[in-house]
């Protein structure tokens, strides 16, 4: 297809176990976005990748989160040592244009992450 | 603090009826604002969006309203469909550095027959 997908599409694990989240973005598209929407509430901010550079990361909520490009495409988000309040779905989003310009988001269906 | 505020949180209508959502916001300096539609368990689709000069937009039974001046927009639906069932998120981008984005929660819309 020719939209962003995102694995898994649920993820379950215990608490303090560690979990990679994956993105595959649109083909060609600068800009990628993670997310974190918790439920009932608009999707937050977590961090964004111009290419293969992390140039904000300033949402993630602690060191336990770690996100990843290294080749400009596919992205990993990481979570480690998960705890209870990580539990939301994760979305990722691809834009075709860096910058300021007003290119839409293109969103994937998310990873629903339940920690137990 | 950049926000993005939306109303009703909820709102169900009859199908067939009319209905119009809120967007205030606080951003600024201000790019664009979106609308956006999320189906349950989906990520949002972009249904519309407005740059600064722009005050109106429609897009098939769907039109938002911008007013720059007061920073608020709307999102009317007409004659709405069951497949309007939906969260319709109000999405506003800053015009400092990279495309940073501000969402709202959303307001739940349900369609009922």
């Known amino acids: 297809g020719a939209g962003v997908s995102q694995s898994p599409r649920y993820k379950v694990a215990k608490r303090g176990q560690d979990v990679a989240l994956r993105c595959d973005p649109i083909?060609?598209?600068?800009?990628l976005f993670w997310y974190q929407q918790a439920l009932g509430q608009g999707p937050e901010f977590l961090t964004y990748?111009?290419?293969?550079?992390?140039?904000?990361k300033s949402g993630l909520p602690s060191d336990r989160f770690f996100a990843e490009r290294p080749e400009g495409s596919v992205s990993t988000l990481k979570i480690q040592r998960t705890q209870q309040e990580d539990s939301a779905v994760y979305l990722c989003?691809?834009?075709?244009?860096?910058?300021?310009?007003?290119?839409?988001?293109?969103f994937g269906n998310g990873t629903r992450l339940t920690v137990t | 603090k950049n926000q993005v505020e939306q109303s009703p949180q909820s709102l169900i209508i009859l199908e067939g009826k009319n209905c119009t959502l809120q967007?205030?916001?606080?951003?600024?300096?201000?790019?664009?604002l979106r609308w956006y539609k999320q189906d349950t368990g989906r990520g949002p689709v972009s249904l519309t969006i407005m740059t600064f000069s722009e005050n109106t937009k429609s897009n098939g039974r769907y039109t938002a309203t911008l007013d720059a001046d007061t920073k608020q927009s709307s999102l009317h639906i007409t004659a709405s469909q069951l497949s309007d069932s939906a969260s319709y998120i109000c999405?506003?981008?800053?015009?400092?550095?990279?495309?940073?984005?501000?969402f709202g929660i959303g307001t739940k819309l349900q369609v009922i027959p």
């Open positions: 967007c205030n916001y606080t951003v600024s300096p201000f790019s664009n």
């Open positions: 990748f111009q290419n293969e550079a992390q140039l904000d």
């Open positions: 989003a691809s834009s075709l244009e860096s910058g300021r310009a007003g290119s839409p988001l293109h």
């Open positions: 999405v506003v981008t800053n015009s400092g550095g990279y495309q940073k984005v501000t």
């Open positions: 083909s060609g598209h600068v800009s």
